[in-house]
């Protein structure tokens, strides 16, 4: 069965300290991973796909990494504004399958 | 990134009542688009995919009868939730695929509320 699984759970931060959120996943046929944003009372932004292990994409201070069996979303240096869950995907035989998300909190 | 949107973005009913939440896909054409349903501090849950010109496919537990999806277009998709209970209010998010590729943009969501 296909699963994705997120952690930690939730993630509280200092401006500046950076960190990374790990999504690990069982999935037969990987057709992508993707990461998204989603902030409160709002549909979830797009991100990054990555579609093969050691693949990696970077937009500003996030930077997503893929192996065989997990992603990782590494935020360098976060500011406040980043604030938000970040959810992981993985599209297997005919949907995407959803982890719970990580809640991120940056404080000044 | 393609755009998605949805309407209306909030609405409140009484139980009993059938609402109708429109999806629509703004600048590329969408011969599949996805209902989510999401509850609050969880993750998306699939509904159903909803598939132009004909029916949609449903998920396991998801009543096709209470939940009827239209997919008339290539750009719209409409849920309509009939005979609403408060236990239906929720948070339902639409999504359709970009072109060419599996990535899937996200519309605003809707919030409902029944009363």
């Known amino acids: 069965e296909d699963q994705v699984t997120q952690s930690p759970e939730a993630l509280r931060l200092q401006e500046g300290e950076s960190s990374s959120l790990n999504c690990s996943y069982t999935v037969s046929g990987l057709r992508g991973l993707f990461w998204y944003r989603q902030d409160p009372g709002k549909g979830p932004e797009f991100l990054f796909t990555?579609?093969?292990a050691g693949e990696e994409k970077e937009k500003e201070r996030l930077k997503a990494t893929l192996t065989k069996k997990e992603s990782f979303l590494h935020i360098t240096a976060p500011k406040p504004e980043d604030s938000a869950t970040y959810l992981c995907?993985?599209?297997?035989?005919?949907?995407?399958?959803f982890g719970t998300g990580t809640r991120l909190q940056v404080f000044p | 990134g393609a755009v998605v949107s949805q309407h209306p973005s909030r609405v409140i009913c009484k139980s009993g009542t059938s609402v109708k939440i429109e999806c629509r896909s703004l600048?590329?054409?969408?011969?599949?688009m996805f209902w989510y349903r999401q509850f609050p501090k969880q993750s998306l849950m699939l509904m159903a995919t909803?598939?132009?010109?004909?029916?949609?496919?449903?998920e396991q537990g998801v009543e096709k009868d209470k939940f009827l999806i239209n997919h008339a277009s290539l750009t719209l998709s409409t849920l309509t939730v009939t005979s609403a209970h408060p236990e239906d209010s929720s948070f339902y998010i639409c999504s359709a695929f970009g072109t060419g590729n599996y990535e899937q943009y996200f519309g605003p969501g809707t919030r409902l509320t029944v009363t």
């Open positions: 990555l579609y093969s």
């Open positions: 995907a993985v599209h297997g035989t005919d949907k995407l399958i």
């Open positions: 909803s598939n132009e010109g004909s029916k949609a496919t449903y």
């Open positions: 600048d590329f054409q969408a011969t599949t």
